[in-house]
């Protein structure tokens, strides 16, 4: 795309955040987006041909604003290049998933939007969800610094399975935010610990 048109596209995505910060997925409508975002709804339908295409590229800006600010707090902690110990690796882990699990609490639209993504079958939202994944996955190896590759590898895969089951549970009512929150961190602390989960 030229510069002009990944403006475009941006100012869509963006319009889309804002809305989410409103207002549930299913209550958004393409002609909504286009008249927010100041595009013609078709310019809006040759970008995203499909409401939940539409709804994937919002939902990786934003993650993506969510990384920046992680990643701006991780560099301007003081303790950031001191050697960790293995309890400071876990912490850190901790840290990162219980702001990732605040800021859905913050936008819980976002939390449903995310459990509905996961079941979607559509190649550009799963293509879309792959790619963002990577980008998430990448700052959780940052954090499990110190901590084998294979062991980092099947407690990201272990937690993040527990977070989105915890977001199912949360979003659908069976579950307060402050169990959910609480099955992330027990989980972290169980599978990257020498010590069991605070009880």
């Known amino acids: 795309m030229t510069p002009a048109q990944l403006r475009r596209r941006d100012r869509i995505t963006e319009a889309v955040v804002e809305m989410l910060e409103e ?25 995203f041909p499909a409401k939940p295409q539409l709804l994937a590229a919002a939902m ?6 969510l990384s920046q600010r992680l990643a701006t ?3 301007r902690r003081p303790d950031r290049d001191a050697p960790a110990s293995a309890e400071d ?7 990162l998933y219980v702001r990732q699990m605040k800021a859905f609490q913050r936008g819980p639209h976002f939390a ?37 590759a294979e062991r980092a590898r099947l407690a990201s895969l ?8 915890s977001l199912v549970l949360w979003t659908t009512d ?16 169980l599978v990257l610990s020498d010590r ?3 009880s």
């Not at 990786?60 to 604003?65: I, T």
């Not at 690796?89 to 840290?95: C, D, F, G, K, S």
């Open 174 to 189: 069976r579950i307060r935010f402050a169990e959910a929150l609480r099955n992330v961190e027990d989980v972290c602390r």
């Open 196 to 198: 069991p989960a605070a």
């Open 89 to 95: 690796v876990v912490e850190r882990v901790v840290r």
């Open 60 to 65: 990786v800006a934003w993650n993506e604003r």
């Open 112 to 148: 449903r939007l995310e459990v509905e993504l996961q079941t979607s079958r559509d190649p550009y939202v799963v293509e879309t969800l792959v790619e963002r994944s990577a980008v998430n996955r990448s700052a959780v190896f940052e954090a499990m610094e110190g901590i084998p």
């Open 23 to 47: 207002t549930s997925p299913d209550s958004i409508q393409m002609r909504d987006v286009a008249v927010r975002s100041g595009v013609a709804l078709g310019t809006l339908y040759r970008y």
């Open 73 to 75: 707090e991780r560099r």
């Open 158 to 165: 272990v937690i993040g399975s527990t977070m989105l089951n």
